[in-house]
Each structure stands twice: as C-alpha cells, then as structure tokens.
C-alpha cells in the first residue's frame, strides 16, 4: 500500500493567498498607463478577452493577457474555438469550465476539496493517542475569502471517498486517444460495506460504540479486533452479502470473543453485547443467553458500573469516557429487554448497584461534544431537589429499564386489586407525566426520529401490558400457539371489560401506532419485534371474543398494520419472521371462526343489509391481505 501525503503537506502546491490577491486586481486594466484603452477601439480582440467578454486593447500581446499570463491569440473568426489552450496558467477566482481536474500526484485526496470547515468533526485527527479536530491550512482559509463557491468535481468527490474510507486510489490510466486519463473506481471490500452498514442501519438503535470516525482512528489497536469483527458480522446482517460470507464473519466474531489472547477490557464487553443483540434478532436466543451471562459476569470484574471506570479507562477523552457510560447502560437496558420480552432470565443487573453517570443526547455523543454528566440519583429526585435539570432521552430511556425491573421484582400478587399492582402503574403513569415537552413524542420538531425515547416509550408500554395483561378479562387461549418470543401466559375470559382490560388495551393500540411513525421500520431495535407481537396477542384475544362490536374495522386494521410491520422486519431479522408465522396464523383460525359465527342468526341481530354486507366483505378482505401479505407502501426502507 503506497503512502499518502498529509493534508498539510498536500496543500502547499495550492496557489498561496497573495498570488490570489494579485490575480484578483490584475482582472481590471491599469487605465492610468494607457488612456486609449478607455476611448479607442481596436480591429479584434484576442481571445482570452473574447472569452471574458472583456475589452482589449489590441497590443501583442495585450496588457490584459500580460497581467493574467495568459497566451494572447488573435484569430479571425471564434468558430470551433473551446477556450483558452490547456495548461495556461487561469485566474484561481474565477471557474474555468474547460480546465481539466488536477491529475498530478501531489494533488490533495482529502476531504477539504470538499470544503470543509474550520472545526468539522466530519474526519477528527488523532495527536498523541488523542482525538483532535482537523484545521484548515491559513493559506486555504484565507482564498475562501476570495474565491466564490464551486461546486466539487467529480475527480474531488472520487478522491474524498477515498480519503475518508480509507482506499488507496487505483492507479489512474490514460484513454487511447491520449485523452483525460479515466479512473479505475475502486470497489469497496465486503468487510468495508458490512462496517458501513453497521453504522447506518444499527448503531443508533444501540449506540455505545464510538461514533464511526473515533472509532477508525484507534481502528488499528489490538484490543479493538473482536468488537470490529462484530461491526462487521451485525453490518452483515442489513445487507445482502451471501451465507457463507456472514457465516465467516461471525465466525471470527465468536472465535475473537473467546479467544485466550484477547484483552479483557471494555472493547470486548462491547463486542459481546452486538452478538448478543444479533443473536437475539436471529432465534438463536439460548446462545445469546449465554453470552449475555458471561458478558454480566465480565463487566462486573471489570467495574463498568462505577463512576471511576470512565475516567480510568478513557485516555482523558470525553468522547470515549461517554462510550463507556454508554456501554454500562445500554448492557443494562440489553439485559432488561432480554427478561422482559423472553421471561425466561430474571434481570441480573437490576440488583446491581449502578454508580455510572448517565449518557448524554445523542448529537452531542456524535458530535464529540460531551456536557459535564448527570446521575441516576439526580434523575429519580429531580422533582424534589427544586432544580430544572435537562436529561437525554438515554437517561429517560434507562429509567424505563428500571420500571420494568422493578415490575419483575415484584412479590407474586394476589389478585386485580393487589396494591402492588397499584405501585407500578403509579410509576408508568408518573414517568409519563413528567416527561419534558420534547420528550413526549420519539418524533423531534424537525421530523427526525429520536430512537432513545422511541425505545423508552415502547418499554413503557409493553412493561403495561405484562402487567395489566394477566388481570385482564382477555381469553388468551385462542393466540396460545404465539409463544416466538415468550412461553403462553394463561389468562381466564371474562364478560366485563374491567380497569386491567382496558389498560391492556390502551398500550396495545399505542403500540401500534408508533409503526406508523414515518420513519423506516428497520431503524429499530429488533427487539420492537417482540413488542409487536405482543401487541398482536391483545388484538387478537380481542377480535375473538364473540361479543366484540360488529363494527370492529379499527380493531382489524392494527393486526393488518401489526402483521405488516412484522413482515418487512422479517426481511432483516429471523425472529420477526417467525413471529409473522405464528400471528398469521392464529389470525386465519379466528377467521374461519368467525365465518362460522356468520351461520348464527344472532350475530346479526341489529345490524341492517347493508351493515350486513360490508362486514362481510372488510372481513374477506382482510383475511385476503394477510393470506397474501403485500407490505403497506410507507413501512419500505
């Protein structure tokens, strides 16, 4: 691999900031010397001031040419004429439509063809073992004062991939006809597309790795192998890359994991954390239970739960002291989800005490601009301690995590009216009325999506339904055979809707309603997955009941949305797809039983031929859709 020259060194062959003064008054003819330029006219122009459209003076050559350097041409007709010859030396403030792009080698291929800023943290430079901020050469800065704005050719947009992914460019070749050489495009390596992907389709549903362009500068240390090998194998999975390709990249993944030569620190908690997510996501929950015990176990030896582990561990780096508070809660959280959509582990980390402060927002993480920390305590009290602090969504999203530990710290209740039952809807309920203003949708003012509060509100209301569910009076008998993310829950039918019912069914259909949030479905946690499935069980234990009104199309276009969500989240992860299964299926069995129900003369009573026939035929056609679902137009990536 040949060696690239520095920014620095590659802009020093740039026309300096004087010559581009100089130039600049040398467009304007020195009137003073020679009246007649004003008044006289001469027989013809030469062509660079024919090219301009600039007066001349019909010297050989003319002043204007002399002061420019350019080559003083008089020709009798412009016919067929393109411009001033190649390789005369242009005015830099000025675009020359026909000047060839910079081939020579000591041209610069980084990203300030682009124009970038003073202070960008687009491609931040390590100095000593520390992130730093890239600075524009003075000479550079200074011509951006006098040069107006151009748009990059496309010989500076290939040479800025290059820099910023890290491609040695091609050689470049020279066409037959000895014209403009062609570039050989380079093509990006499978590992190469797989880490790209990890960052565009995963790392905001779990974001404690550091940010893309911290993360390569380090990229080369030994202890970064197994969690870059895992970037590598969870970016597999959002991309089409073939079998046995993403097979050998988890693979080494896992090998690297277990290695007796690997470092125990926090890189390798974060590598096991990204199997244990993508593990999940493709059914194989038993061998990411098993990960996600050893990965308890190691964090705890190492101390990421304390408050000293960042500063310790962080190189005095903000940016990577963030990463590892991030690492302590988002592994929280991981273990939190885990247990409460599976039922089967018991939330070890919930007991742990927990002195990590607490992530910051996401922009702030990304942008390396890292506020001075809050804690748990300070979050908890907030409504006591009479100051008006600002938390992250994180922060709200940890606090959620903490509600359903606590749910499943629960002693057995006896009873709807167990007073137990009564504290934990207080803490739902208390976390949802004193959410700031901003944080009460995931969707920000500008429409992006907040995927911190997205995850929050989705625990919220799956943490309702675990709770409200099994008091309920929804038989749940008919949707027994749904048991892809958790084991059957017995739940007894009832002839009421009581308070329990009705909470039940309030987060399901909230559920709901976040698929429909104009964002693409597989920017989510694959554990959203689980939440809509459970979502799907109330639906359909209701749409059972014989005694559901006949006019229950909203009821039938969720499961629809439901089912749709699923199917694009099976394109992606393997758990969705079995989930889809298993509620298409269940939904095709309350049809035929409603079909059935059509023969009984009661269940028309009150209801007019027209009433009769529309319900005959929303029910044909949704039952057609979900026999031959065809996923909902603005659920597409």
Wanted: proline share 7%.
């Amino acid at each position: 691999m040949s060696s690239t020259s520095s920014p620095s060194s590659q802009m020093q062959g740039a026309t300096p900031s004087a010559g581009i003064a100089d130039a600049e008054k040398s467009t304007t003819p020195d009137m003073s010397n020679d009246g007649r330029s004003r008044d006289s006219t001469v027989p013809a122009a030469c062509l660079a001031c024919r090219s301009k459209h600039l007066k001349c003076d019909g010297h050989t050559p003319c002043t204007r040419c002399v002061n420019t350097q350019n080559e003083c041409v008089y020709v009798a007709s412009r016919r067929g004429y393109k411009g001033p010859r190649r390789g005369t030396v242009q005015n830099p403030n000025k675009r020359q439509a026909t000047s060839p792009p910079d081939l020579s080698p000591s041209s610069s291929d980084c990203p300030m063809l682009l124009g970038a800023r003073t202070g960008s943290t687009n491609m931040p430079a390590v100095m000593g073992g520390t992130f730093g901020q890239p600075s524009m050469p003075p000479q550079d800065s200074q011509a951006a004062q006098f040069s107006h704005p151009q748009q990059p050719t496309n010989m500076q947009l290939y040479k800025s991939y290059c820099a910023v992914n890290g491609i040695v460019p091609s050689p470049w070749t020279v066409s037959q006809n000895g014209g403009r050489p062609v570039a050989q495009i380079p093509i990006a390596t499978v590992e190469g597309r797989c880490f790209d992907s990890f960052y565009h389709h995963f790392h905001a549903s779990h974001p404690f790795v550091l940010p893309k362009p911290f993360l390569l500068q380090i990229s080369k240390e030994a202890p970064l192998k197994p969690v870059l090998a895992a970037i590598r194998w969870v970016g597999s999975i959002f991309i089409d890359v073939g079998g046995p390709i993403q097979e050998r990249l988890f693979d080494e993944a896992y090998s690297l994991i277990h290695s007796h030569e690997r470092s125990k620190d926090g890189f390798l908690v974060q590598a096991m954390m990204l199997l244990i997510v993508g593990l999940d996501g493709g059914c194989q929950q038993d061998k990411a239970r098993r990960i996600l015990s050893d990965v308890e176990a190691l964090a705890l030896e190492l101390g990421l739960n304390t408050r000293e582990f960042a500063a310790n561990h962080g190189r005095g780096i903000p940016v990577l002291e963030e990463s590892w508070r991030r690492t302590w809660w988002d592994l929280f959280v991981i273990d939190g989800m885990v247990a409460g959509v599976h039922r089967v582990t018991n939330f070890l980390l919930f007991d742990v005490s927990a002195r990590a402060a607490l992530p910051c927002e996401e922009d702030e993480y990304l942008s390396a601009r890292i506020p001075i920390p809050l804690y748990l305590d300070d979050l908890e009290d907030q409504d006591f301690s009479g100051e008006d602090r600002e938390f992250s969504s994180f922060a709200y999203r940890v606090l959620c995590a903490r509600n359903l530990g606590k749910l499943m710290r629960v002693p057995p209740m006896f009873g709807p009216e167990d007073e137990n039952l009564g504290k934990i809807e207080t803490l739902l309920t208390n976390w949802r009325l004193h959410l700031p203003q901003s944080k009460r949708d995931a969707l920000q003012k500008n429409g992006k999506l907040d995927e911190m509060m997205f995850q929050a509100h989705m625990m919220n209301q799956a943490t309702s339904i675990m709770l409200h569910q099994p008091y309920s009076q929804l038989d749940s008998s008919p949707t027994q055979d749904i048991n892809s993310c958790a084991p059957h829950q017995s739940i007894p039918a009832g002839d009421l809707f009581n308070a329990h019912t009705r909470h039940t069914i309030e987060s399901a259909n909230r559920i709901s309603t976040m698929i429909t949030h104009r964002v693409p479905l597989l920017s989510h946690t694959h554990f959203f997955t689980c939440v809509i499935t459970l979502s799907s069980i109330v639906h359909l234990s209701r749409w059972a009941l014989f005694f559901i009104p006949h006019d229950d199309d909203d009821l039938r276009q969720q499961i629809r949305l439901n089912i749709g969500a699923l199917n694009h989240l099976s394109d992606v992860w393997s758990a969705a797809d079995r989930a889809r299964g298993q509620v298409k299926a269940v939904a095709q069995e309350i049809y035929k039983v409603k079909k059935q129900q059509r023969s009984n003369s009661q269940f028309w009573l009150g209801l007019s031929q027209e009433d009769m026939l529309n319900t005959i035929a929303t029910d044909d056609s949704i039952i057609n859709e979900i026999e031959s679902f065809e996923p909902i137009p603005h659920l597409l990536r």
